[in-house]
């Protein structure tokens, strides 16, 4: 399964991410400092009132936390080129090996959205300022949350192309045919 670095570069100018964007984002590294492990240890409890992501992270939720904590610095370290990609496709691929569905994936990424934003809030008064950090940390939210979904989409390709023993490039023709 390879998840492509292009794809994101793609999504970036797509979406109109710019080296603003970067510069907002580092200069929220205060604020995940000091809002980050409430954050943390919401974004936990969410996946522990859930029987199915419970039974996932039963046992590991002190680890999980101590590399949620760290993704959520990378969120703000201002860099957002291939090796942050390559650290966020892990994580995508861990989560497919794990067997976590992806609606879980989406949904807590809305509790660190909300959370942030929440704490943005708290921190500036200023309202085009919080707009614009605001704007930035959307932007990469997303950003993420596509690069985890191509690890779904790349391993669901995967698997049925070994199923089926259809070349995966065929797959992929079929799946882009405009619908009659």
């Known amino acids: ?22 510069q907002n984002l580092a200069s929220l590294a205060s604020v995940v400092e000091s809002h980050g492990p409430a954050l943390t240890d919401h974004f936990y409890e969410t996946l522990e009132s859930v029987p199915e992501t419970a039974k996932i992270i039963e046992g590991r939720v002190e680890s999980l936390k101590k590399t949620h904590r760290q993704y ?7 860099d957002y080129g291939e090796a942050y990609f390559e650290r966020r496709a892990r994580i995508g691929q861990v989560h497919v090996q794990m067997g976590i569905d992806p609606r879980f994936v989406e949904g807590v990424m809305s509790v660190i959205r909300a959370g942030m ?4 809030a708290e921190t500036y008064t200023e309202p085009a300022e919080l707009a614009a950090k605001s704007s930035s940390f959307i932007k990469l939210c997303d950003l993420d949350l596509a690069i985890i979904n191509l690890a779904y989409n790349e391993e ?11 070349k995966r490039k065929l797959i992929e023709n079929v799946i882009t045919l405009p619908k009659r």
């Open 117 to 120: 934003l929440k704490a943005m």
């Open 1 to 22: 399964m390879a998840v492509i670095y292009e794809e994101f570069e793609a999504m970036k100018r797509f979406i109109e991410f710019t080296d603003e964007d970067a």
């Open 72 to 78: 959520m610095k990378e969120l703000t370290a201002g």
């Open 156 to 166: 669901r390709l995967d698997r049925f192309s070994e199923f089926t023993g259809m």
